[in-house]
């Protein structure tokens, strides 16, 4: 399987500068990257970010959690068929939502193929202390791409004094407890931090003692065995005892009296159902907090 990590954060926070120096660690660890940027606008693309020779998918004008969807899947899919790479890094726009970030990138279609590691939020330290000044639609997406972070660069903060750097540190932690926090200057960090993430669940995993927490944001992957014997309406209601903190669900799921998968969408409580004319594989992909906790046993009796 490749590692993805999302690369998070708003624009000027240091996610370029990030992204350079982790290709950098990567390519010492005789690891292959691969890259997918994503910007709203026309970009202007510095070639010196990413060598020659390591495959780029660039997105403009476009967000890769809104219309950008569908192309972002494409760009996965034409990654993997081909090209060679062991770490796949999608740096969002900085208008992405994480959640839906995350969406876009694991799609049914190959989320066997893919490890989730994590979203990593670039925290412009000196932006948060001025947060109140923002408005308030912008400041709402600047906390959610930090309380859905699982690890989180504190920024700049060569720019602060202590008492502002312990003020930052103290208030990103109460905001997204889950999350390491690590304060950086220039957007540092070891690799060995992003590679000990985990946000695919593995449910054999999940009760293990030595786990040592809970995972918070995670991806989940669903296979379906070709004998389930289950009718839409019982799937429907099985959906009905999920908790909240599942945000989305898609995949193609089995049911009895119809001859190919369906194509399965949930968000926000709301399900939708498509026919497929081809047999996709029957898997369902479950995106939110502690995933791996949720009961499917049912489903599969």
């Known amino acids: 399987m490749k590692d993805v990590f999302l690369f998070s954060g708003f624009l000027g926070s240091g996610k370029t500068t990030m992204l350079v120096d982790v290709i950098r660690q990567i390519k010492e660890q005789n690891l292959k990257p691969a890259v997918i940027m994503n910007e709203l606008g026309k970009l202007n693309f510095d070639s010196q970010a990413v060598e ?31 090209s ?27 989320a066997d193929k893919l490890n989730i590691k994590g979203i990593v939020t670039v925290a412009d330290s000196k932006r948060w202390l001025e947060r109140d000044k923002m408005s308030p639609q912008t400041r709402t997406l600047f906390l959610e791409q930090i309380r859905h972070a699982h690890l989180i660069l504190a920024n700049k903060m060569d720019l602060l004094t202590e008492a502002e750097r312990a003020q930052v540190t103290f208030e990103l932690q109460s905001l997204n407890p889950h999350a390491q926090i690590i304060q950086t200057s220039n957007a540092k960090i070891p690799l060995k931090f992003l590679q000990s993430l985990h946000a695919t669940a593995r449910p054999s995993a999940i009760h293990k003692a030595d786990l040592g927490h809970h995972l918070h944001l995670s991806s989940r992957l669903v296979t379906f065995p070709e004998s389930v014997d289950f009718t839409q309406e019982e799937f429907e209601n099985w959906v009905r005892t999920i908790p909240e903190s599942v945000y989305r669900m898609k995949g193609y799921v089995p049911v009895k009296g119809i001859k190919n998968p369906m194509l399965f969408q949930y968000a926000y409580g709301l399900t939708q159902w498509l026919p497929e004319y081809v047999h996709m594989d029957p898997n369902l992909v479950i995106i939110g907090e502690n995933v791996g906790e949720i009961e499917v046993i049912g489903l599969l009796n």
């Open 52 to 82: 020659e020779g390591i495959p780029l998918k660039e997105m403009l004008n476009g967000c890769i959690c809104c219309s950008g969807a569908e192309k972002t899947e494409a760009q996965i899919q034409s990654l993997l068929a081909e």
């Open 84 to 110: 060679d790479f062991d770490v796949l890094i999608i740096e969002t726009t900085g208008a992405a939502h994480p959640v839906e970030a995350l969406d876009a990138v694991y799609s049914p279609l190959f």
